[in-house]
């Protein structure tokens, strides 16, 4: 049987193709990005991080509540996701749905799929290679449910992509709009969460080293100077972000670092871990270095780890591959060493279940590694031609199999780790009981905003930190503001009860509800008369 | 002219004579690792005894031994109650009916062998003898494919027992379990991916991937490499000035008419026990109903626990590094820590595919080995419950056994390689030994240490078990048991399979000769020069 084909017709197929290639995966991430966020949604688990129900709280204080505006961006998370989601969270579907932060995960998502082709492409790896790259992140169930959530990964994996590529390019090229790009994007990145500030030493670094590198290593003070001038070009812009977050902290917290040493500090939760004893890997680079690989391979898949790990050395012994490109793709190496650094230093958590306990908690940050790894994948497919069919092949087979045995580690991480609390019981209270009822409900927005989200009642119901004179006045009278109290007796992590309890007005509540995670206080009826139910401050600075 | 017939026919009948000789030694040295007791006169021939050591110290024996003797006895595919315990646990209900497991392939294979057997009173020895027969047609089928890579009879032959005699692999080549069968039609896949695409040829290798799913169901997984390359094999593109003609072979169509009748048998054995054409034994998961009460209860809390997992096959990427581990360098199942000779096999076909020798040829092997490993590295129990060494990756032994007489040519007067052959091969024999001797039965970690009774959870155990004078093997019981004890038999017998293989190494490393000018090094790069031996 033969079947005749034009040379010609298949020369402009085939350039089409190339041509089109990146349209085509466009389109198919965008409608895989829309398909996985409309199965999270309609199965419920778009929801399941308690974090992700906080982070659409801290976007929608800025547009709604007793004291909307800026300052409700807060101290401990990094301002950019919650920015992003401004446009749209006022509306309460796009709130309560989650789609508001699972929007910009989403488009995180799109661009990082063509960022990996990009990169892949201006690396020299042909098509094939781009595409299974492409596929490998795609592939990836953790990054599909990730990139259905209101969490802030997708949207740092993005910027951070996108930094290391322009840093590439401007390796390659020596252009100096790549370099501004380059800073741009890791000045986002250092906006989004904290492992952007390292990527921001790790791209310094790189900077450095390059222009020393394309001095030949002098130690003149020609070098010096140009060292200089283009380190100071890039840090300018790219240590932005660092210094108007150091800015914002000391303008609304008076105190530049209170991000880091507050009281909701990632570091204050860890000092008591460190002190329950259960912070294992600080202090310890074995236990440290075991964790994160652990949380990598349960993100990235072994098989895939491993072809990635394979293709990193490859890329940095080939010698067709320029050292300006080697020196820049260390820096896809960057959240491996950040996250191991940061475990060793205490400043992280990282619980992997069977290894450090029988929990999982914060699993997701293996998935950080992702993207380098579909990179250098990719890469490797390229260059090992006679068993490139035999790698797609097995890599299709992993796949399937992450499908069919639905291996999402970061849903168990949500649904069964530490990071999920049932706040349900809380929450349908308070939508059945103080929903259609006047007065406000006073309660810790650092402890409870999974019980605020989940309530479905409007913020303005809420009197929480975050509310200034509200938060003040309910805290030393309380009843004369809170109808309700939703706080954890007896414990002091939570502001309302170590504030409230020591008041002589807690005496005219009742306990109406106990459970696991707070306790639900209601004022005395007969003090309702002398309650306060409408903001009466007006508009508050 | 007389004088060439003579000596033509001299030379047929000396490699005849060679070749019989050859295959005698085999099977004596095979018949070592028959599973038997004293008896009356042989033990296990019509008691179903599944002692530790014996033959049917294996459910996964067993069970498929009890399908044989159904089909033979009672012509049936359903056990009846006797033979159903017997088989437990692996044994399967539907509708109050029992059957195995397992695929039938291994029973439909083992059901002449046991035919025969019982008509001398041998039924076990006989139906496991199909097993050792595979082992001794899979020695011969890896010696096939390694001279397909221009590699000497003699170093062809030493990858052959190596495969038998120096990996896990021989301790199964008397159990009546999938593996020997599984590879034997691997292997006859992969020769056949080697020939001619022709219809007879597609509707061989169609046959034989159907008739490998009969045996095994991932065995379909690991055919797929070999018959992608063979589809492949069944185009051809050609250009002529403008034109580009894509050329299919009507042949193709062998390949599914070959698989059809395997299916079909497929569909029918499946309609016969789950009462579905399409619905396997395996899915409808094991009956309990012989079990302890001990182990129901472990049962239920493992359905338990396994229920809030929607998955749907029995292999999960979530527990692949610990599936890389215990297979690959694990001291309780790892492939390297029992047979580290397979990674001379390894490098010879790495360099067959770097050296463009037979480079596709040796892609698809390697294709076939890392879908096997990688398979199994995502499977629920990478162990394969109490087993010898890793059991899942005895297809991967024999692929990688095909490399080693490559990767020996390519160093043949490399003293270091001498060296390390050596010690690796008399380490992989000695390892090899003890599982063919004593049991098959090696707890994994974890039971072993909860355990009443603690035992090793590697070969240590074997070790154990030949210290105790425990052996399982038929001949040293019914003729050595009174003369040597059962280290020294274990010696003795490593001792001369070593010897056997070491001496066709050494001869092939005095005897070769390799050229001392850069034309003929060339030539030997190129393997001119040894596609003559």
Same mark, same amino acid.
């Given at each position: 049987m033969n079947l005749n084909i034009n040379i010609n017709f298949l020369n402009t197929l085939g350039k089409f193709l190339v041509k089109a290639a990146l349209p085509i995966i466009v389109y198919l991430l965008v409608i895989i990005s829309v398909g996985s966020f409309l199965y999270y949604y309609f199965n419920g688990l778009g929801l399941a991080y308690n974090d992700a129900r906080s982070h659409l709280d801290i976007g929608r204080r800025v547009v709604e509540g007793l004291k909307p505006g800026m300052a409700q961006l807060g101290s401990v998370w990094l301002p950019l996701p919650h920015l992003l989601m401004v446009p749209t969270i006022w509306n309460d579907f796009m709130w309560h749905s989650g789609l508001a932060g699972a929007i910009v995960s989403m488009i995180s998502f799109v661009i990082t799929g063509v960022l990996i082709y990009r990169f892949l492409e201006q690396i020299g790896v042909g098509v094939f290679g781009r595409i299974v790259g492409v596929l490998i992140f795609v592939g990836n169930i953790n990054i599909l449910y990730l990139q259905s959530t209101a969490m802030t990964e997708l949207l740092l994996l993005a910027v951070m992509t996108a930094g290391v590529y322009e840093l590439m390019l401007w390796h390659k090229t020596g252009k100096v709009l790549n370099l501004i790009k380059a800073a741009f994007w890791v000045m986002l990145s250092t906006l989004t969460r904290y492992d952007g500030w390292f990527l921001f030493l790790f791209a310094s670094a790189l900077v450095v080293f390059n222009i020393w590198r394309k001095n030949n290593f002098k130690l003149d003070w020609a070098t010096i100077g140009k060292i200089e001038g283009t380190y100071v070009f890039f840090a300018t812009l790219a240590s932005l972000g660092v210094f108007i977050w150091f800015g914002w902290n000391q303008l609304i917290f008076g105190d530049a670092l209170y991000f880091a040493f507050g009281p909701y500090s990632a570091h204050s939760q860890q000092d008591q871990l460190d002190v329950a004893g259960i912070l294992s890997t600080k202090g310890d680079i074995i236990l440290s270095t075991k964790h994160y690989l652990y949380a990598l391979v349960y993100n990235s898949n072994l098989f895939l780890s491993v072809l990635g790990f394979i293709g990193a050395v490859y890329l940095w012994l080939d010698k067709k591959v320029s050292a300006g490109i080697k020196f820049a793709a260390i820096a896809l190496t960057a959240p491996l060493v950040f996250n191991i650094v940061a475990l060793f230093l205490g400043h992280s958590v990282l619980f992997i279940q069977g290894v450090s306990g029988n929990t999982w908690f914060n699993v997701r940050y293996g998935v950080m590694m992702v993207p380098s790894i579909a990179i250098f994948a990719g890469f490797l497919i390229d260059r090992l031609k006679p068993f490139r069919y035999m790698l797609f092949g097995l890599i299709l087979m992993v796949i399937l199999v992450q499908f069919t045995s639905y291996d999402a580690v970061t849903i168990d991480d949500a649904r069964v780790g530490s990071s999920q609390k049932n706040v349900s019981e809380v929450s349908n209270w308070l939508g059945q009981n103080a929903k259609n009822k006047d007065g406000f409900i006073l309660i810790s927005a650092a402890s409870h905003d999974a019980i605020i989200f989940s309530s479905g009642l409007p913020m303005a119901k809420y009197i929480h930190e975050g509310t200034g004179r509200y938060w003040e006045s309910a805290t030393t009278n309380p009843e004369r503001w809170a109808r309700w109290i939703i706080m954890r007796s007896y414990d002091d992590n939570d502001a309302t009860w170590k504030t409230v309890s020591r008041t002589p007005d807690i005496e005219n509540y009742s306990l109406v509800q106990k459970y696991p995670f707070a306790d639900i206080y209601e004022l005395k009826p007969e003090l309702l008369p002398n309650l306060n139910t409408k903001p009466v401050f007006g508009q508050q600075k | 002219m007389i004088k060439k017939i003579t000596n033509k026919t001299l030379n047929i009948f000396k490699y005849f004579l060679i070749s019989l000789g050859a295959i005698a030694v085999l099977i004596t040295l095979l018949s070592f690792s028959i599973k038997g007791d004293t008896g009356n006169p042989i033990y296990y021939q019509t008691e179903l005894d599944t002692k530790v050591g014996g033959p049917f110290e294996s459910s996964g024996s067993t069970s498929r031994y009890a399908l044989a003797k159904s089909i033979v006895d009672n012509g049936s595919l359903l056990f009846s109650t006797e033979l159903a315990k017997f088989a437990s646990p692996d044994v399967v209900g539907v509708n109050g009916k029992y059957t195995t497991l397992f695929t039938p392939g291994v029973s439909f294979a083992a059901v002449p062998f046991y035919y025969l057997g019982n008509l001398v009173g041998l039924p076990q020895l006989a139906a496991f003898l199909s097993t050792t027969f595979f082992a001794l047609l899979n020695m011969l089928l890896v010696y096939k494919v390694s001279r397909k890579f221009y590699v000497s009879h003699a170093l062809s032959i030493i990858s052959g027992l190596i495969f038998g005699f120096a990996t896990s692999a021989t301790a199964y080549s008397n159990s009546l379990t999938q593996h020997h069968l599984s590879v034997t039609l691997l292997l006859l896949a992969i020769l056949n991916a080697a020939g001619k695409r022709n219809f007879i040829n597609n509707l061989t290798f169609g046959l034989v991937a159907g008739a490998s799913a009969l045996v095994d169901i991932p065995n379909l997984f690991m055919t797929v490499p070999v018959g992608l390359y063979i589809l492949a094999q069944n185009f051809s593109v050609s250009r002529i000035n403008e034109k580009l003609t894509l050329r299919m072979k009507l042949s193709v169509v062998g390949l599914m008419i070959g698989a059809i009748p395997m299916f079909a048998i497929f569909g029918w054995y499946n309609f016969q026990t789950t009462g579905s054409y399409t619905k396997l034994a395996q899915s409808v998961g094991r009956t309990d109903i012989f079990a302890t009460d001990e182990i129901k209860e472990i049962n239920k809390a493992n359905i338990a626990k396994s229920g809030t997992s929607p998955s749907v096959v029995p292999f999960? &990427?979530?527990?692949?590094?610990?599936? %890389?581990?215990?297979? =690959?360098?694990?001291?309780?199942?790892?492939?390297?820590?029992?047979?580290?000779?397979?990674?001379?096999?390894?490098?010879? $076909? $790495?360099?067959?595919?770097?050296?463009? /020798?037979?480079?596709?040829?040796?892609?698809?092997?390697?294709?076939?080995?890392?879908?096997?490993? /990688?398979?199994?590295?995502?499977?629920?129990?990478?162990?394969?419950?109490?087993? %010898?060494?890793?059991?899942? $990756?005895?297809?991967?032994?024999?692929?990688?056994?095909?490399?080693?007489?490559?990767?020996?040519?390519?160093?043949?007067?490399?003293?270091?390689?001498?060296?390390?052959? &050596?010690?690796?091969?008399?380490?992989?024999?000695?390892?090899?030994?003890?599982?063919?001797?004593?049991?098959?039965?090696?707890?994994?970690?974890?039971?072993? =240490?909860?355990?009443?009774?603690?035992?090793?959870?590697?070969?240590?155990?074997?070790?154990?078990?030949?210290?105790?004078?425990?052996?399982?093997?038929?001949?040293?019981?019914?003729?050595?048991?009174?003369?040597?004890? /059962?280290? &020294?038999?274990?010696?003795?017998?490593?001792?001369?399979?070593?010897?056997?293989?070491?001496?066709?190494?050494?001869?092939?490393?005095? %005897?070769?000769? /390799?050229?001392?000018n850069n034309e003929n090094k060339r030539k030997l790069l190129n393997f001119n020069f040894w596609r003559k031996n």
């Open positions: - | 999960e &990427t979530r527990v692949q590094l610990n599936g %890389f581990y215990i297979l =690959l360098i694990s001291d309780e199942r790892g492939i390297f820590y029992y047979s580290p000779i397979v990674i001379f096999g390894l490098i010879g $076909l $790495l360099l067959a595919v770097k050296n463009k /020798v037979k480079e596709n040829l040796a892609i698809v092997i390697i294709s076939v080995a890392m879908v096997n490993v /990688v398979l199994y590295s995502m499977f629920g129990d990478p162990w394969g419950g109490w087993s %010898f060494g890793p059991r899942y $990756l005895i297809p991967t032994l024999a692929l990688l056994s095909i490399g080693i007489g490559y990767a020996l040519t390519r160093s043949i007067k490399n003293p270091i390689v001498i060296l390390l052959f &050596t010690i690796t091969l008399i380490y992989s024999v000695l390892v090899s030994a003890l599982g063919t001797t004593t049991t098959n039965l090696i707890p994994p970690k974890v039971e072993a =240490l909860n355990l009443a009774v603690t035992v090793p959870y590697t070969y240590q155990y074997n070790i154990q078990l030949a210290q105790a004078e425990k052996a399982g093997t038929l001949i040293y019981n019914l003729y050595l048991k009174n003369m040597i004890n /059962v280290q &020294t038999y274990i010696y003795i017998y490593a001792g001369i399979v070593s010897s056997l293989i070491l001496a066709l190494y050494y001869s092939a490393v005095i %005897f070769t000769k /390799v050229p001392a």
